[in-house]
């Protein structure tokens, strides 16, 4: 397991929470698309692994500014 230090300014820890809520929500739509046929080339199981990895590393997030 890795472990990094940020030291940002509060806006910018929002933006990087909306991007990682954003980043989930691009890779559920992609795994709804591949289980319906409109991405053939994609694979549902591994969008769902970057949806899984990505709310991992948000909920940590979230975690260490509820202790803050």
């Keep these: 397991m890795a472990q990094i230090t940020l ?19 691009k890779w559920e739509r992609i795994r709804l698309e591949a289980l319906s046929g409109l991405r053939p080339e994609a694979s549902p199981e591994g969008a769902q692994i970057l949806v899984e990895d990505t709310q991992l590393i948000l909920d940590q997030l979230k975690q260490w500014k509820e202790r803050g």
Excluded: M
């Design 7 to 25: 030291n940002l300014p509060v806006h910018s820890l929002y933006r990087l929470e909306n991007a990682l809520q954003a980043e989930i929500h």
